[in-house]
């Protein structure tokens, strides 16, 4: 692939696990004659709790493993990594044109009627520069209710997007966010689009959730487009998808989360890199 123009190269999208499948999802709209490559980093789910420079790390070797395979553009379709890595990742491979995740503390600030913004995250990411930059710039005189929902990724991961589990997590992060008026829920993971239908019955039809994903897939769309990246052709574009776990359960997830199969390669990590298990 790397020896194809850019605009027939596939787009690299990574995330620690499943959650970057609601940006996936978005850009399969957005730009359905793409080619995707998906990076699950299941080996070393969750991202949320770890330090930034282990992140980084995995951030690195990720990406330079999609772009050996021809990725022309990278997507970190996680809050954590964008959080811990994508100035890094930025310097690192200048070349290279990224699209990063960042809570959307902006466009909540601007359409709360009520100033009480909730916002569910991951540890990492609250404790990242790049939320505090948001918060500093966008949120003057908004007061703002944050969540890490411990334990909702490794739900999710599972499949389990509708248990007693999963509402309870969510009852434990939403409920005393209603409690102060909050009118707006901004997704700060990738992974919580999956249970919107869940946190809207939580919170009731007069609180509004922001999935960043379909502005995602726009600014992926831009920057393509000015490179003169965009794929011209009018089939359907390609899906892979790769993982450093078991790739029989993300395949087995793909229809549910994505509505779409595709075939999932092991790739393993050897150090800082990572190689492919099963054949290609
Ligand atoms: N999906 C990732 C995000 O957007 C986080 C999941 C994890 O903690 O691994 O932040």
Redesign the pocket.
Known sequence: MASQSPPHQPIGIF??????LSVLRAIRKQLPQEHVLYLA?QA???????QKTEIRDFAFGITAFLLAKGAKLIVV???????AALHELRARFPQVPFVG?EPAVKPAASLTQTGRVGVL??P??FAGDLYAALVDRFAQGIEIYKDTCPGL?EQI?HGKLDTPATRAILEKALTPMLAENVDTIVL?????PFVIPLIEAITGPDVRTIDPAPAIARQTARLLDQHGWLNPAKARGRLQFYTSADPASLEALLPRLLGETGSVTQVAWSGLQLEIVTAD
């Open positions: 995330d620690s696990g499943v959650g970057g980093d070393h789910i969750p991202y949320g709790t770890r379709a996680c809050n954590t990594a964008s959080a995740m995250a991951t990492t990411t990724v991961e700060g993971c990738t992974h919580y």
